[in-house]
C-alpha cells in the first residue's frame, strides 16, 4: 500500500475565553494555519488537491461550508476546494486520518488537514441550543434513540463521572493529574518545547499588535489546593471545571502527501502514518471507546503498547486518560509529555490535528519514533492514529 507523509503540523497557541484570539473570526484563524503550512513547506499552493477542516459547532460564524470559508480567507487560490468534517472531539484527527486515506489510495497527492474551533465566538452546544430557545424541533436525540438507550440525552459530564466511578478514581487521584498536567505544560513553554509546532497570530494587546505564541491556560502557580478549591461540576460527584479540559480558542493542520509529491515538490517529511483506526461503542458511557480503539489499532499494526514512544490522549476529563492507562498497561511518564487540554485548551474541532503537531513534534525532539494519539468522542466514537517520526 501507497505511504502517507506529514511535511509539517502546526496550531496556534491556544487563546482562553474571551481572550486573546477572541477578536479573530474562525475563518480567518483557520486562514492563518494554511497560511502557515504553505509559508512553511514551500509547498506550491495551487497543488493543494483538497482541505479537509474540522469543525464541531458549525453554526454563525463556523457554518455554510466553513472549510470553504477558511480556504477563502487564506492566500491559498480559489481553485483549492475544501470540505467541513464533524466527529466531535476527533474531528480533525479524522480529518487527518481521511486525508492520509485519499494519499494512501492514489486519488490525491497533497491534502491538508485541518481544524478551527471558536468556543468563545460559537460557543459550545450553541448549533442545538438556539434552536431550541427558537422553538425548532426536537433537539438532536429522536424518540426512538432516547427509547433504544433508556436516556433522556447523552452527557460528556455524566460519562465522564461514570468512568472515574468504575475506575475508582476519586477527586484527589484527579487533581493531582491536573496539577500534573499544568506542570508539564509550564515546564515545556519555558523550555520552548511548542516553539517549533506554534503558529504566530497577531493580537491587540495593550502594548499594541503582537504575537500570540504562548498558550493562554496554562497556570503556572497551580497547587492541589487551588485545583481542589473548584466547585464540583454536580453534587457528590468528582469532576470540576479544573480537572476537566479548558474551553479553547485555536486552529491546527497539517499537510500530508504522498511520496510522488515529496519528490515532484521536492519537500521533506517529518513523520509516516503507520496505522489508522475508529470504533464505536456505548453512547452513554460515551467516552471510555479510546480503550477499545487502541487495542484495534495495535492489533493491526502488530504492535503492543511497548513499541510506543509517546501517546497523547486527550485530556478531555481527567478520568479519560487515567483509565485508559490503566486498561492499555501504558508509562504515565509517557503520556502527554507537554501537558495536555486541562492545561492547554481543546478547541474542540481544532484538537485532533493540534495534539498531532505537539506529539510529532515531542518526537522528534526526543529523537523518538513511534507515538499513538488517541480521544474520546461525542457519541462513543474513538480515532486512534500512529505515526513514526522521520
Known amino acids: 500500500m501507497a505511504e502517507a507523509y506529514i511535511v509539517d503540523a502546526a496550531r496556534t497557541a491556544g487563546g482562553r475565553r474571551n481572550g486573546k484570539l477572541a477578536g479573530w473570526h474562525p475563518a480567518d484563524l483557520g486562514g ?3 497560511n502557515a503550512l504553505v509559508d512553511r513547506t514551500g509547498v506550491d499552493p495551487a497543488a493543494i488537491d483538497d482541505v479537509i477542516m474540522g469543525c464541531v459547532t458549525q453554526a454563525g460564524e463556523q457554518a455554510f461550508a466553513f472549510g470553504r470559508n477558511a480556504v477563502l480567507a487564506s492566500k491559498l487560490p480559489d481553485s483549492v476546494p475544501a470540505v467541513t468534517i464533524d466527529r466531535q472531539c476527533g474531528s ?8 492520509a486515506q485519499a494519499v494512501m489510495s492514489g486519488m490525491q497527492d497533497v491534502v491538508i488537514a485541518a481544524g478551527v474551533e471558536s468556543m468563545t465566538r460559537v460557543p459550545m452546544f450553541s448549533n442545538v441550543t438556539l434552536h431550541q430557545k427558537a422553538g425548532l424541533g426536537v433537539g438532536p436525540f429522536s424518540d426512538r434513540i432516547k427509547a433504544r438507550y433508556g ?3 447523552f452527557s460528556q459530564f455524566v460519562g465522564a463521572e461514570m468512568i472515574a466511578r468504575n475506575y475508582g478514581f476519586d477527586r484527589e487521584t484527579l487533581d493531582r493529574f491536573a496539577l500534573e498536567s499544568h506542570r508539564r505544560a509550564a515546564l515545556a513553554t519555558r523550555a520552548g518545547a511548542f516553539e517549533t509546532e506554534i503558529v504566530p497570530v497577531p493580537v491587540e494587546t495593550s502594548d499594541g499588535i503582537r504575537p500570540h505564541v504562548q498558550d493562554e491556560g496554562i497556570r503556572y502557580d497551580a497547587t492541589l489546593e487551588s485545583i481542589g478549591s473548584v466547585k464540583l461540576l454536580q453534587e457528590g460527584g468528582v469532576i470540576s471545571a479544573a ?5 479553547c480558542d ?3 493542520g497539517a499537510l500530508i502527501v504522498s511520496e510522488r509529491a515529496l519528490k515532484t515538490h521536492n519537500l521533506t517529511p517529518i513523520a509516516r502514518i503507520h496505522a489508522m483506526t475508529v470504533t464505536a461503542g456505548d453512547p452513554v458511557i460515551m467516552l471510555e471507546e479510546p480503550i477499545r480503539a487502541t487495542r484495534r489499532a495495535l492489533e493491526r499494526a502488530g504492535m503492543t503498547i511497548g513499541d510506543i514512544d509517546i501517546y497523547e490522549v486527550n485530556e478531555a476529563f481527567a478520568p479519560i486518560p487515567l483509565a485508559w492507562l490503566q486498561a492499555i498497561g501504558g508509562d504515565p511518564a509517557k503520556l502527554n509529555v507537554n501537558g495536555g487540554a486541562i492545561a492547554l485548551g481543546h478547541p474542540l474541532g481544532a484538537t485532533g490535528a493540534k495534539l498531532m503537531a505537539t506529539l510529532i513534534h515531542a518526537l522528534r525532539a526526543r529523537g523518538l519514533r513511534f ?4 480521544m474520546c468522542e461525542g457519541g462513543g466514537t474513538a480515532n486512534v492514529t500512529i505515526v513514526e517520526a522521520l
Do not use: H
Open 32 to 34: 492563518e494555519v494554511l
Open 92 to 99: 480533525s484527527q479524522q480529518a487527518v486520518q481521511f486525508a
Open 151 to 153: 436516556v433522556e440525552a
Open 243 to 247: 480537572n476537566a479540559s479548558q474551553i
Open 250 to 252: 485555536g486552529a491546527s
Open 371 to 374: 507515538g499513538l494519539q488517541t
